[in-house]
């Protein structure tokens, strides 16, 4: 939220990392150097994996900005799987070198959430998921849908959303975590504008992937 401070580090893993660090300096001080440095060297590529940097949110209230670190796997208009109606899919895959924090891709009020598991059906369509998919319906206060999905094939590394029915978020907001990266989906309305192609690589919170349309009174 504004004006909230975040750590460099995610909260998530600084317990892991108390923890490693202690260890560490038990073993120094028994003049076991060098198991201290394997703990150190473990704790250093966790706060890494785990790190959480700052983001300049762009000044366009009307911009769908992306929600994680990674690069662009398709665009397509097709039945929207959540909610009645088309809309335009564009599809981000994240690395292992991405940042694990997710971002709100828009301001707005969280009209619903999905927590499907394998084989559970989708919303507004025939079939079944195959792997956990996390899903948020976003509205806009100009009344646009959005709709945010997670997409993770290892159980073990769960995504976790922190929005909450009801609740308002801003744009580029922190709302949940993903470790060791999966496949986000953002469902936008069928006429906004897309301003990124495959293959290109985006950034969360700052990287803009579409522009909706300003609705006339």
């Known amino acids: ?5 975040y750590p460099v580090v995610s909260h998530e893993i600084r317990p892991t990392l108390i923890v490693l660090v202690l ?3 038990v073993f120094l001080h028994l003049s076991f150097w060098y198991i201290t440095v394997l703990f150190v060297v473990a704790a250093g590529l966790l706060a890494w994996m785990y790190r959480d940097p700052e983001r300049e949110i762009p000044s366009s209230p009307l911009a769908v900005v992306s929600p994680v670190d990674g690069y662009v796997v398709s665009v ?3 039945p929207n799987p959540y ?8 599809t981000l895959k994240m690395t292992m070198a991405s940042v694990f924090r997710i971002r709100s891709p828009i301001e707005g009020k969280v009209l619903e959430r999905w927590y499907l598991l394998p084989g559970d059906p989708l919303p507004m369509q025939q079939g079944a ?3 956990l998919q996390i899903s948020s319906w976003l509205q806009s206060d100009e009344g646009d849908d959005v709709v945010l999905t997670m997409r993770h094939c290892a159980r073990r590394f769960t995504p976790r959303c922190d929005i909450q ?7 580029g907001q922190r709302c949940g975590i993903i470790p060791f990266g999966a496949v986000v989906d953002i469902h936008v309305p069928p006429d906004a504008k897309i301003t990124v192609t495959d293959g290109d690589r985006v950034k969360a919170g700052s990287g803009i992937v579409a522009q909706l349309c300003r609705h006339e009174e």
């Open 1 to 5: 939220m504004a004006g909230t401070r």
């Open 23 to 25: 260890l560490g300096a």
């Open 76 to 78: 397509a208009t097709l």
């Open 83 to 90: 909610i009645e109606g088309d809309a335009i899919c564009i």
């Open 129 to 131: 998921v195959f792997r």
């Open 165 to 171: 029915v009801g609740e308002r978020i801003g744009q």
